[in-house]
């Protein structure tokens, strides 16, 4: 996911704005609020920019909406005794638990509650997302960019031991990995340093 934001940062820097939105409720089917679709609208943009920024755009269709998301329910908690009817139970039992408009989730989670499913005002867990075969055909496609890219990192020789050791010793008092070492006291000469360091040439 951090790919995909900053491979959109990449593209809108030159004289765009990128921002996030922390919410818990644009991924509610029951929200009808016109600020938070148009946050949804704006998500499937930027989920069509980055697909077409991959090259990508024949991943994900726009739905109804013309956004590629819709409304999900990754599991679903209902009470022992709830007796539902045949096709709202086949429905379920399928697994068929995404629907492309918010009228269309709020009319299930007012089934399921209808029936004692759902008790309380316990809230069912939404989320705004891809349906399963688009989340699945990204994640493939980006399994296999990230074994292309790693196979021409192999060729390059940035993963042998080689390269590793090409990047420089580190001493065994540094433990700042990555970083260069402490700046050296003042007047100490390259011959001092070496030296010091045991490498006496």
Not at 37 to 59: F, I, K, N, P, T
Not at 143 to 149: F, G, K, Y
């Amino acid at each position: 996911m951090a790919h995909f934001f900053r491979r959109c940062f990449q593209l809108v820097r030159s004289g765009g704005a990128l921002g996030l939105i922390a919410t818990n409720t644009i991924a509610q089917g029951e929200t009808r609020s016109s600020g938070l679709m148009e946050l949804r609208l704006l998500h499937g943009e930027m989920d069509q920019a980055v697909l077409d920024a991959y090259g990508w755009s024949d991943v994900a269709p726009p739905g109804p909406l013309n956004s590629p998301c819709g409304f999900g329910l990754d599991y679903l908690d209902l009470e022992d005794d709830a007796q539902l009817p045949d096709g709202l139970q086949d429905r379920i039992d399928s697994g068929e638990l995404f629907f492309w408009e918010p009228d269309e989730a709020c009319a299930f989670a007012a089934q399921v509650r209808a029936y004692g499913a759902v008790k309380g005002k316990k809230k069912l867990p939404w989320r705004y997302r891809w349906p399963d075969e688009v989340r699945d055909d990204v994640l493939a496609r980006l399994l296999a960019l990230n074994a292309e890219r790693y196979e021409e990192e192999v060729a390059q020789g940035l993963h042998s031991k080689g390269a590793k050791k090409a990047a420089g010793p580190a001493t065994a008092g540094d433990k700042r990995r990555g970083q260069p070492p402490k700046a050296t006291q003042a007047g100490e000469t390259v011959g001092v340093q070496v030296e010091q360091m045991g490498l006496g040439l």
